[in-house]
């Protein structure tokens, strides 16, 4: 029997996320462990396996853009819209970040780990999807975010600049309003300093994990923006606008995990119309079924519980911020650090920099207080933290570097 069109695509999106899945855990794709490895042991390598998927996912999109093969606006969320919302990119990126290292991962590595047998993530997992749930279907986002977010937003529209991206904003500098040739080209150049930095190391290349890794992960982004963006996208939103009951999380996408976890949640509380099921959920079931698969073949499937119950508070807080500031950021290491800096969006790079800041700071934190104990304090910590990432100045240092 022929699948209607919108089970194509939430298969499409599956199978692309399974894939993704296995690769990931095969090669230990991991955007926190790539920071952990920076600042840890001075190891950009999978930091640059990160950067290497951003550069593919962004020729694709600017390629599939040109060619019009793909009509990427609008899309869902709303990564290039005129307002720009700084303080939700850089409070939500900085603490996604702080909870992705207290819960152990990202929204990404979270699935991979649970795919694997951990049961820690799952608790993050539940969590981070509570809060998620709370931030998109109460009151809770309006209440203590938006009342004071939105009027500090800027409204780039105000200046005819029809979106955050770089090809708008170029275009609006060169006075025209040819988009998608100055995306190619401001995509394209931004694309090859990315790759100039990425080819600096001889060690990044060596590493086929880190290069099929990178690679995987910006196809997979890229595949996804192709099925809900190409033909057979377009002929999904086109049969959507004819029905009288609109299915949930239609809309041109690719990957991102932290608003599909609330989504996951409303189908378990509301019972289970198949109107309910996403794009994003299903490509949140199909990693971990990708993790899984892989676990089970390499005889990599192991049970993993919380060492301590210090260990299962930090765990639940990390989720609690991974809610919040995955809604808030609009994505994850994924959602905004591949597939939302695909699209050129300078929210996504701001969210991507503020992942990255968040998570660091609170690596560097935890050595300070494990290795001094109870010497020192919190502030102390911070502060040096904030001077060995150059952020201070060195006068500032309150303990002796580590």
């Known amino acids: 029997m022929e699948l209607e069109i919108t089970q194509k695509v939430l298969l499409y999106g599956f199978v692309l996320a399974v894939v993704m899945g296995v690769v990931v855990n095969k090669t230990n794709f991991c955007t926190m462990g790539a920071v952990s490895d920076m600042v840890n042991m001075g190891d950009k390598s999978r930091f640059r396996a990160w950067l290497f998927a951003i550069v593919i996912s962004i020729i694709g999109v600017i390629v599939m853009e040109y060619m019009g093969l793909v009509e990427l606006d609008p899309m869902r969320p709303p ?49 981070a999807a509570i809060f998620a749930y709370l931030m998109t279907k109460t009151d809770l986002y309006g209440v203590v975010f938006y009342s004071w977010m939105n009027p500090i937003a800027i409204d780039l529209a105000v200046s005819d600049i029809p979106g955050q991206d770089l090809g708008s904003l170029v275009a609006k500098a060169a006075g025209s309003t040819e988009v998608i040739n100055f995306r190619l080209i401001a995509g394209g150049l931004f694309a090859l ?27 997979c982004v890229v595949g996804a923006w192709y099925v809900t963006g190409g033909p057979i996208g377009q002929e999904w939103l086109e049969e959507v606008e004819m029905m009288d009951q609109r299915p949930l999380g239609v809309g041109v996408q690719s990957f991102s995990f932290t608003n599909p976890m609330g989504e996951t949640l409303d189908y378990a509380i509301n019972g289970a119309p198949s109107m309910m099921i996403t794009f994003g959920m299903m490509a949140l079931f199909g990693v971990i079924v990708g993790s899984f698969l892989y676990s089970v073949i390499s005889r990599k499937f192991r049970i993993e519980w919380f ?93 002796e570097a580590i």
Not at 97 to 106: A, D, E, I, K, R
Request: net charge positive; hydrophobic share 50%; glycine share 16%.
């Open 79 to 127: 990564y290039r819209a005129a307002v720009f919302d700084w303080s939700r990119y850089i409070l939500g990126g900085l603490m996604f970040g702080v909870g992705m290292t207290l819960g152990g991962g990202c929204g990404n590595k979270t699935l991979i780990r649970i795919g694997g047998g951990n049961i820690k993530s799952i608790f993050v997992l539940v969590i």
């Open 307 to 399: 060492n301590s119950f210090g260990d299962f508070i930090n765990h639940s807080i990390g989720g609690v911020l991974m809610g919040i500031g995955g809604i808030l950021a609009m994505g994850c290491t994924i959602g905004q650090g591949v597939t939302g800096f695909s699209t050129l969006a300078i929210g996504s790079m701001m969210a991507f920099t503020c992942f990255i800041l968040g998570s660091a700071l609170t690596m560097k934190i935890q050595l300070y207080k494990m290795v001094y104990e109870n010497k020192a304090s919190f502030l102390s910590s911070l502060i040096t933290a904030l001077v060995d990432l150059h952020l201070l100045p060195s006068g500032m240092r309150k303990l």
């Open 193 to 219: 300093l990315l790759l100039f930095y990425i080819f600096k190391s001889s060690d990044f290349f060596k590493s086929f994990d880190h290069v099929f890794g990178g690679l995987v992960v910006g196809l």
